[in-house]
């Protein structure tokens, strides 16, 4: 991994000039953590603790499927030890993105006529607005669906979940396949009537699992390589659940190299 993307998060430092309007013929879905950052935001955030980890009751009250409960008991937490939004802030800037990303979102600053992107997280709005914003990217982004989060007077950052839906795959807070579906409906809508040609969604966890099979034959799953996405994925093309193309990716080059070619085919 070259050393500006291990020690830092380095900036786009090009000026990012609007997006197309409404003519993009591609769709790309990022999720954020361990997908467009290189670890868990929450992760980060915790070594700001004085202990620098979270005691031993807190990690073990973690119940699967309630990751969104677990992160507001995280925040509870850490406001009651003291740790200020100033430490949060330079906590989530110091997350380095994960290898090759920054020139992923360099390709696609360079054909935003082509591509329009959209962050899909389990996180936060807080953590992800302040490192799109620090490394000079969120520009490049249409939307962000993820938590809402903001602090209060306490100086506490309260979360809340993102919606509720009736998926037994997902957790209680968000699927991701409900997002995808209806923003496509919507911007089918907003379109004219003209879909995307094609879908690109790029992640790494289980829950990014579920959009992906909403995925058509000319659309690509981009799974971070043996982590739980792809493993998951690896099960479902037993069963002939997976109808997209699925390329998994251990830089952002590998991503970048793919999508050139599906450009260039125009």
């Known amino acids: 991994m070259p050393s500006t993307e291990r020690n830092h998060s380095p900036k786009m430092t090009a000026p990012l000039t609007p997006a197309a309007p409404q003519d993009q013929r591609f769709l790309v879905l990022f999720d954020f953590d361990e997908t467009i950052i290189c670890e868990s935001s929450d992760d980060a955030v915790v070594r700001t603790l004085p202990d620098k980890e979270l005691p031993a009751w807190l990690k073990n009250s973690y119940r699967e499927g309630h990751y969104n409960e677990h992160s507001q008991k995280i925040l509870a937490y850490m406001a009651e030890q003291g740790v200020s939004k100033d430490s949060i802030h330079s906590a989530v800037e110091k997350i380095p993105p994960n290898q090759g990303l920054m020139n992923l979102f360099q390709y696609l600053q360079s054909h935003q006529q082509d591509f329009e992107l959209v962050v899909v997280s389990d996180a936060n709005m807080y953590f992800i607005e302040t490192w799109l914003r620090h490394a000079g990217v969120r520009d490049l982004f249409r939307k962000i669906f993820t938590n809402p989060s903001s602090f209060n007077e306490a100086g506490q950052l309260v979360l809340l979940p993102f919606h509720s839906h009736s998926c037994p795959r997902c957790p209680d807070n968000m699927c991701k396949q409900v997002i995808l579906r209806e923003y496509l409906a919507e911007r089918q809508k907003e379109r004219g009537g003209v879909p995307f040609q094609r879908v ?67």
């Open 200 to 266: 690109f969604y790029i992640g790494d966890g289980a829950n990014d699992t579920c959009p992906s099979l909403a995925l058509g034959p000319r659309d690509t799953a981009f799974p971070r390589r043996d982590f739980p996405m792809h493993r998951l994925l690896k099960e479902f093309q037993q069963s002939a659940k997976v109808k997209a193309n699925i390329v998994p990716w251990v830089s952002g080059e590998d991503i970048v190299d793919c999508l050139k070619k599906i450009v260039e085919e125009r």
